[in-house]
């Protein structure tokens, strides 16, 4: 399938959440986003990898503007269930590369994920979809990020 | 913004990777899927959350019968960086609620998490979209899933 990456956004306005070694069982994402959704709370990227010894990570991003409120609905959560802790950074950037086709994306997660490598830029989170591809970088590295993913799926700078 | 769910969707034909406690340094997603790309492995959900301790987690789904080709591809990828360990899934299903207007979706993330917790459902991997909110869980439960979620949102069975 032609790999068909159109265009590069980059995000800077959000922050990521990680709710980490929180416990892995049913119910435990239901109060974490019930939690949110009362406090009104627009909500970006959500991802959960598998976890291991009954216990799991779940990141998002938020707008910064409302990670304290998103903190503070929280914490009481975490210190129910005893288990699991709350990280917080606001010195993110949310880098995709767009286009159709990404179905199979082996081949442009890899073309993506190595243009960031060889810039020395570490994903701290990775999410895709049918027609995308998106990875949480630092702040500081978002334009160049821009730049080297522009130039190894060969757009044109515009 | 009215959430829009208009329907529900379910895969049972993939399974799940996890190279857990990877290092989490820039170049190691790259190594994961040029391998993948080099055997032209259809990848799906690709999703990756925070680390700790230097180490992460990337988790992704392929076709169940491409698991033994991505098994035996990343085998010594794993042993040349001396840390990880590759653990598989292939009784899975990925249920999926989709809709317009996900972008604040912390009402609909918690709709389906709900709807899932209700049913004693754990939810192993998350991913969203604007249009999507994907949770991989027991294939077992798979239609279960789609009974409930249909349900709570209220969608017609079709
Ligand atoms: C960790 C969390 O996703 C849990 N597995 C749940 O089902 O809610
Ligand atoms: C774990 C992996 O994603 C690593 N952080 C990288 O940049 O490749």
């Known amino acids: 399938e032609k790999l068909l990456v159109t265009g590069v956004s980059l995000k800077k306005d ?14 435990i994402a239901a109060e974490v986003f019930e ?3 009362e406090k009104k709370i627009n909500v970006d990227v959500i991802v959960q990898s598998t976890g291991k010894n009954n216990l799991n ?3 998002f991003t ?6 304290k409120d998103t903190e503070e609905s929280l914490t009481s959560l975490v210190s129910t269930w005893g288990a699991g802790e709350i ?12 286009g ?20 020395g830029i570490n994903i701290h989170m990775i ?3 049918e027609i995308k591809i ?23 700078a515009n």
């Open 57 to 59: 990570t779940i990141s």
């Open 100 to 119: 159709i086709g990404m179905k199979s994306h082996a081949g442009v997660a890899a073309g993506m994920f190595k243009a960031l490598a060889k810039a």
């Open 35 to 37: 939690r949110l959704a």
């Open 87 to 98: 990280t917080l950074d606001d010195k993110i950037a949310i880098v995709s590369a767009v």
């Open 62 to 67: 938020v707008p910064a503007k409302d990670l």
């Open 14 to 27: 959000e922050a990521r959440v990680s709710l980490a070694d929180i416990p892995d069982r049913p119910g």
């Open 127 to 129: 999410s895709t979809s």
């Open 134 to 156: 998106s990875c949480v970088i630092d702040k500081e590295h978002g334009e160049e990020a821009m730049r080297i993913i522009h130039s190894v799926f060969e757009l044109d």
